[in-house]
């Protein structure tokens, strides 16, 4: 029996109000979400009012958390990757496609900000550890981002954008591209009916999800030292300007 090709054709399934992306007759796919927010622990010494963020994807945004004169938090939450397979709707293991994370600063104040990456597989019963995160594969670019190794695993990627970003502006993109790794098409199983004239192949991993979550914080430069620290948690080395940082 001739083994089918290894493709992904898109059909619509509702979960966490996100689609998931199908395997052939399997479900292993992507569901997509994107969390930003401001980092509301360390609030004493800022106007709140001048307070924004927004996370950005191939030049689209994506979710935003904005601080509003009325005093009340304006937010949007939209879907990473949603775009990333175009018209044809067939994802192909092993291929790279666009994923270009960067974050705009959308208040009126210069802010320091991070970015928490997760990366999860999902069965039925939820998240699922038989399968590597490793396996989601999302490139990192650089460009002034740096990542906190102690605080990142294959899981879970966290990094901060060293420079003090200007209100209005967007960091450089933190990562270009996104691919799942062609080991999860060759992870199958072999069954030859008892009579030997049929063979199938079932993927191993029938039924599990993909999903990549993006969190965005972000914190004022004026103190930024003590600023990160209440509310990050993280000891960061601040230029006597307070226009950069790096990790200790």
């Known amino acids: 029996m001739k083994k089918n090709k290894k493709s992904f054709p898109l059909k619509p399934v509702l979960l966490l109000s996100a689609s998931a992306l199908l395997l052939l007759g399997s479900t292993i796919g ?3 979400a994107a969390l930003t927010y401001y980092s509301e622990n360390y609030s004493v010494q800022v106007n709140m009012p001048s307070i924004g963020v927004t996370l950005m994807e191939n030049g689209k945004e994506i979710s935003s958390k904005n601080y509003t004169d009325s005093g009340e938090w304006a937010e949007t939450k939209g879907e990473l990757l949603s775009d990333m397979l175009g018209k044809d709707g067939k994802l192909t293991p092993g291929k790279k496609y666009e994923e270009k994370l960067s974050v705009k600063n959308s208040g009126n ?3 320091f900000v991070r970015v928490i990456i997760t990366k999860s597989w999902q069965d039925e019963a939820g998240k699922a550890t038989d399968l590597s ?3 989601i594969e999302l490139n990192l670019t650089g460009n ?5 190794k102690v605080a990142s695993s294959p899981e879970r990627l966290v990094l901060y954008y060293t420079q003090a970003l200007p209100a209005g502006e967007t ?3 933190l990562s270009d591209t996104i691919r799942i790794d062609n080991k999860i098409a060759e992870m199958v199983t072999k069954q030859v009916s ?6 199938q192949y079932v993927y191993d991993y029938n039924g599990y999800t993909f999903h990549l979550d993006a969190e965005v914080n972000a914190v004022q430069t004026n103190n930024a030292k003590d600023a990160i620290k209440s509310a990050w948690g993280v000891d960061v ?3 006597s300007d307070e226009t950069s940082i790096s990790l200790q």
Request: hydrophobic share 25%.
């Open 30 to 32: 992507s569901t997509r």
């Open 109 to 111: 104040i210069d802010t």
């Open 133 to 135: 995160p490793e396996l």
């Open 144 to 148: 002034g981002w740096e990542q906190a």
């Open 171 to 173: 960091t450089p993109e």
């Open 194 to 199: 008892p009579d030997g004239k049929t063979i």
């Open 237 to 239: 080395n601040v230029s």
